[in-house]
C-alpha cells in the first residue's frame, strides 16, 4: 500500500514559480510509476506530467511542456513537480498519483494523495 502526501501549493502571481512536492510512504512506490494530475473549479481532471520508477522516461501534457518539470528522488521516497511561467490557467488543485506498473504507459493510477491548492492570480 503507498500513501501520497502532496504539498508546496499556493497563491503565486502569473509569471511566478512555485514547486510541488509527493511525500510517499511504503517502500513499493520507488518501483511504481508517478504523476501528477490536476482538477480546475467546473472540470474534470487532467494530466499533468508522469515519470516512470527510473527517472527515465517523462511524459507530458502539451499545456505544460516547456513549463513544468517533473523529477522524483527514489532515497527520499519523493516526487517533485516544478511550475515555471505560471499561467492563471493552470489555477486548479494538484494531485500526486502512483501506478503499480513502473515502467508502463502511466494508465493505472491507483493511489491518489489528497491533492494541493495552487492559484496563479493575473
Known amino acids: 500500500q503507498v500513501q501520497l502526501v502532496e504539498s508546496g501549493g499556493g497563491l503565486v502571481q502569473a509569471g511566478g514559480s512555485l514547486r510541488l512536492s509527493c511525500a510517499a510512504s511504503?517502500?513499493?512506490?520507488?518501483?511504481?510509476?508517478m504523476g501528477w494530475f490536476r482538477q480546475a473549479p467546473g472540470k474534470e481532471r487532467e494530466f499533468v506530467a508522469a515519470?516512470?520508477?527510473?527517472?527515465?522516461?517523462?511524459r507530458y501534457a502539451d499545456s505544460v511542456k516547456g513549463r513544468f518539470t517533473i523529477s522524483r528522488d527514489i532515497a527520499k521516497n519523493s516526487g517533485y513537480l516544478q511550475m515555471n511561467s505560471l499561467k492563471p490557467d493552470d489555477t486548479a488543485v494538484y494531485y500526486c498519483a502512483a501506478d503499480r506498473n513502473g515502467m508502463g504507459d502511466f494508465t493505472d493510477f491507483g493511489f491518489w494523495g489528497q491533492g494541493t491548492q495552487v492559484t496563479v492570480s493575473s
Open positions: 511504503g517502500r513499493a512506490f520507488s518501483s511504481y510509476a
Open positions: 515519470i516512470r520508477w527510473s527517472g527515465g522516461y517523462t
